[in-house]
């Protein structure tokens, strides 16, 4: 697992802890959701800088376009308080990572 990315568990981890105390009005859960929700963002964009549009052409199109998705998703929903548009960005990141996991091994 070193060999991976942080940033894409991180971007996991944090957009499922946004989601999980989305609804919570408690300060000190207020707090870890405003952190969480920080980090997933930092994460995501983390992964969209670091994308080479020369070399890699449509898939990192194709990336960048994804990222934006989830991205989108985690404003959204941390914005309306609807953690389905939170949960909705998980699962592309975890995809992808479970590609990188396979190729790995």
Do not use: H, R
């Given at each position: ?39 997933s963002l930092t994460a995501i964009y983390i992964l969209q800088s670091s ?8 898939i990192a199109i194709n990336l960048y376009s994804l990222y934006e998705f ?36």
């Amino acid at each position: 697992m070193s060999n991976f990315c942080p940033e894409w568990i991180f971007a996991i981890s944090a957009a499922q802890t946004a989601k999980d105390f989305l609804s919570t009005n408690n300060s000190i859960i207020s707090d870890i959701k405003s952190k969480a929700f920080s980090k997933s963002l930092t994460a995501i964009y983390i992964l969209q800088s670091s994308l080479d549009f020369e070399k890699g052409g449509e898939i990192a199109i194709n990336l960048y376009s994804l990222y934006e998705f989830c991205k989108s998703g985690v404003m959204k929903g941390f914005t309306t308080k609807n953690s389905k548009l939170i949960y909705d960005s998980i699962p592309p990141i975890e995809e992808i990572l479970d590609g990188w996991k396979q190729i790995a091994n």
